[in-house]
């Protein structure tokens, strides 16, 4: 079975500019968790979408938004891009959303904005 | 507001030690917790989920155990090999529809 795929794997950026990122979960997983990785905050959760609904959000600004498809592929978009923005973005899938199954994390797609 | 620690932060040791890797969470109330590895650079890979009702879960030289009333968790690694030097994570989750928490990381290094 194929892991989580994310694309693109690199990115680079210029302030101002707006960027999305794709996630494609594992066959059959119908959650997918976004995450943000910086070397000074750590781990930092963005937002979760399962069946296509946002189930949960962190503490991000309004310039962080996702979708999922009806094929529980999704997307992070961010606009308005700011040198903060900086990092690795993760996402993760689950089967059925939730707790009890484990998550798998994708390889991330490393965001630079200059 | 669920914390996650992890102590120590760095460790380098020699092949062949048996390593002990600590996590602490300050509300105990958890759903599950799950270790992971990361390579640098790269995504995370699962190790071990241990539910709240779980005190450990084993993979081949894996351990992890689990005390939820005095919010700790211990990662064991057996017999340590170069090809285990990477981030260790743990996290936790609240109920099961909650997002992961994640602890500071602890860098290992085992050189041959």
């Known amino acids: 079975k194929a892991g989580v795929t994310q694309t693109p794997r690199y990115l680079i950026k210029t302030r101002g500019q707006q960027v999305t990122l794709s996630c494609s979960p594992i066959?059959?997983?119908?959650?997918v968790s976004w995450y943000q990785q910086t070397p000074g905050q750590g781990l930092q959760f963005l937002f979760e979408y399962f069946s296509e609904t946002q189930r949960n959000k962190g503490n991000f600004p309004g310039r962080f938004s996702g979708r999922q498809f009806s094929n529980s592929r999704s997307e992070m978009n961010v606009s308005t891009l700011e040198l903060g923005d900086s990092a690795l973005y993760l996402c993760?899938?689950?089967?059925?959303?939730?707790?009890?199954?484990?998550?798998?994390f994708g390889p991330g797609t490393r965001l630079t904005v200059l | 507001k669920q914390e996650v620690t992890q102590i120590p932060a760095a460790l380098s040791v020699p092949e062949g030690e048996n390593l002990v890797l600590n996590c602490s969470f300050t509300?105990?109330?958890?759903?599950?917790l799950q270790w992971f590895r990361q390579d640098p650079g790269k995504g995370l890979t699962s190790l071990l989920l241990i539910q709240s009702s779980q005190r450990e879960q084993t993979s081949g030289r894996l351990n992890a155990s689990l005390d939820k009333s005095s919010g700790r968790s211990t990662l064991y690694i057996a017999a340590s090999q170069p090809g285990d030097s990477a981030t260790y994570l743990c996290a936790v989750r609240r109920d099961n529809t909650d997002k992961l928490i994640f602890g500071t990381g602890t860098r290992l290094q085992v050189f041959p």
């Open positions: 993760a899938s689950s089967p059925i959303g939730g707790g009890y199954n484990e998550q798998f």
């Open positions: 066959s059959g997983h119908r959650s």
């Open positions: 509300d105990s109330a958890i759903y599950n």
